[in-house]
């Protein structure tokens, strides 16, 4: 009878490392996820088309909400022309690298070429779908079933509220007390 040592030393290695057989067994699973078929796009793509195009439609007025999270009270209102944006949101990258020769006849590069001021760089940032780079604050947002869009933003202490069209509120209160 032939003993199993590499199998005993597998064993015990991967179980000094605190990895688990059970999680050796955990395979990748994949979902097939059914398209509209008028546009061929799942919800979450035409969510996002749909964001991209309402943001960027000529003209776009929303309504921009600070709400209180204790009473639900609208503490600041304004209109928005265009879109709220982000301060992470930039025109060009934050980080750039640099290329090196490889040899005689061949530089290589490792990333995507952008041309600032005039100089050519290159950067491992992904130019996004909205033509900007950089992070959003993180939200939520939904088009109702009238159509209209909402976006809704979780911060430290406040709650904000973007639209389509003005919300029901009964009173406007700024309190700048505190």
């Given amino acids: 009878m032939k003993f199993p040592t590499r199998s005993i030393f597998l064993s015990l290695a991967l179980l000094s490392c605190g990895i688990s057989f059970a999680a050796l067994a ?3 699973v994949s979902v097939r996820v059914p398209v509209d078929p008028t546009t061929g796009r799942t919800t979450e793509q035409s969510n996002i ?3 991209l195009t309402e943001d960027n439609r000529t003209g776009h007025i929303a ?3 600070v709400l209180s999270p204790e009473s639900g009270q609208a503490l600041i209102y304004s209109t928005v022309k265009g879109k709220v944006t982000s301060s992470g949101k930039r025109l060009t ?3 750039t690298v640099e290329k090196y020769d490889c040899g005689k006849d061949c530089v290589h590069y490792e990333g995507q ?9 290159i950067t491992t940032e992904i130019l996004q779908d909205d033509g900007t780079y950089g992070n959003s604050v993180p ?6 079933a009238q159509g209209r869009y909402h976006q809704h933003f979780f911060t430290e202490g406040q ?20």
């Fill in 26 to 28: 955990v395979g990748r």
């Fill in 139 to 144: 939200y939520l947002y939904w088009f109702d």
């Fill in 113 to 121: 070429r952008v041309v600032i001021g005039g100089a050519e760089y």
């Fill in 63 to 65: 309504h921009f909400y």
């Fill in 93 to 95: 990258p934050r980080t």
């Fill in 49 to 51: 088309v749909n964001r």
């Fill in 159 to 178: 709650v904000i509220h973007i639209s389509a069209q003005p919300l029901a509120q009964t009173s406007v209160v700024l309190n700048l007390s505190q």
